[in-house]
Nanobody, 123 residues
Framework: QVQLVESGGGSGQAGGSLRLSCVAS?????RAWFRQYPGKAREAIAA????????VYADSVKDRFTVSQDNSKKTLWLQMNSLKPEDTAMYYCAARTVPGTYPLLGSRGYHTWGPGTQVTVSS
């Protein structure tokens, strides 16, 4: 069973940057970053295919956030630039460990989750 641990959350200023990390204990087929506002469902915002490195982004973060991984493919990062107060949310890393037909950016098929890390952006 793969385990995921996020880190790097905290507080930032609007227009600033934060970087989140997600370390996986084993193999992943793909990983995604989700965020969740209080009382709302989790929203997939960025995802990466572990093998090819192909990435996909939600419109809400495109051109501001970048997902990447290290050469070992154990550590995943989410570089968050040009932060906005509406980026304030709980952020989760999730993984798929088997291939599937679900869209890379979506909640279906992601069965392994990290505990989450809070990001707060002040104006």
């Amino acid at each position: 069973q793969v385990q995921l641990v996020e880190s790097g959350g905290g507080s930032g200023q609007a227009g600033g940057s934060l970087r989140l990390s997600c370390v996986a204990s084993g193999y992943t087929y793909s990983r995604a970053w989700f965020r969740q506002y209080p009382g709302k469902a989790r929203e997939a915002i960025a995802a990466i295919l572990t093998g090819s490195g192909r990435t996909v982004y939600a419109d809400s973060v495109k051109d501001r956030f970048t997902v990447s991984q290290d050469n070992s493919k154990k550590t995943l990062w989410l570089q968050m630039n040009s932060l906005k107060p509406e980026d304030t949310a709980m952020y989760y890393c999730a993984a798929r460990t088997v291939p599937g037909t679900y869209p890379l950016l979506g909640s279906r098929g992601y069965h392994t989750w990290g505990p989450g890390t809070q990001v707060t952006v002040s104006s």
